[in-house]
C-alpha cells in the first residue's frame, strides 16, 4: 500500500466541498468535504445507512448534490461532467454487469461506452484483465463465475479508461476470506496507480487498505484520521463508538 508523502496541489484528484444531500425535507448528507490525492486509498467508513452509498453516487456524478462542489483532476463535475466523468471510474454496491456475456465481451462494451479509439481497445482491454487477474477468464460467461471474480470483473471495467480517480461502493462484500484477501491485494496495487476512495462498513478493511479514513455517521462527517493514527492504542474502540448508530 502506498503512503504519500504530503504533496502540492497539482496532485490533488478529488476536491469535494460542503456536499449536502435531500430527500424531501430529510438531509440524508450534511456538509461533506473530502480530498483525495495520486497514489492514496481513502477509506469511507460507517455502519450501513450511514449516507456512504450516496456521497459516492455524488463524487461519481450519478446524484447531484442539493449543495457543494465536486472537481476531479481540476475539473468541475457539476459543470463540465462528461469531461470529468473520463477521469473516474465506478463500481457500484451492485457491480453492473451483464452477466450472458463473456468477459471479454462485456469489457469491449465498456471500452466502448469510455470512448476509448478502437485501435486501443484491444490493449486497454488486455491491461484491465492483467491488472485484474483476468487473464485466462476472457472467454468465460460472467454468470459462471464466483462472486470473487465477478467483482474483479466490475473493478477491469471501472479502470479500463486508466482513471486518475476509482470510486468503489463496498467492494469485498459478500465474498469468503480467499476472495477478500484477493481484493484487498488488488485494491492496495490499484491505489499506487491510481487514487482510490472506498466505502465500508468493516473496521479491518480500513486497516488493510487505507491510507486515510473519514468516519460518516447520519450523513455527517464525525471523525477523521491518517494512516499514522490506525495504531494507536484505542483507536479501535474509538471508531466503534463514533460508527455506532444512535437509537432513536
Known sequence: MSHPAPSSRSDLTLNAQHLSRRIGKREIVSDISLTLRRGEVLGLL??????????????????????GEISISGIDLLNQPQTAKARLGFLPETPPLYKELTVDAYLNFAARLRLIPAAKVHAALAHAKHRCGLDAMGKKIIATLSKGYQQRVGIAQAIIHAPDVIILDEPTVGLDPAQLREIRTLIRELGDAHSVIL???LLPEVAALCDRVEVIRQGKQVYSADRSAFDHDGLEDRLVELTTEIAS
Do not use: I
Open 46 to 67: 460507517g455502519h450501513n445507512g450511514a449516507g456512504k452509498s450516496t456521497v459516492l453516487q455524488m463524487l461519481a456524478g450519478v446524484l447531484t448534490p442539493d449543495s
Open 199 to 201: 466505502s465500508t462498513h
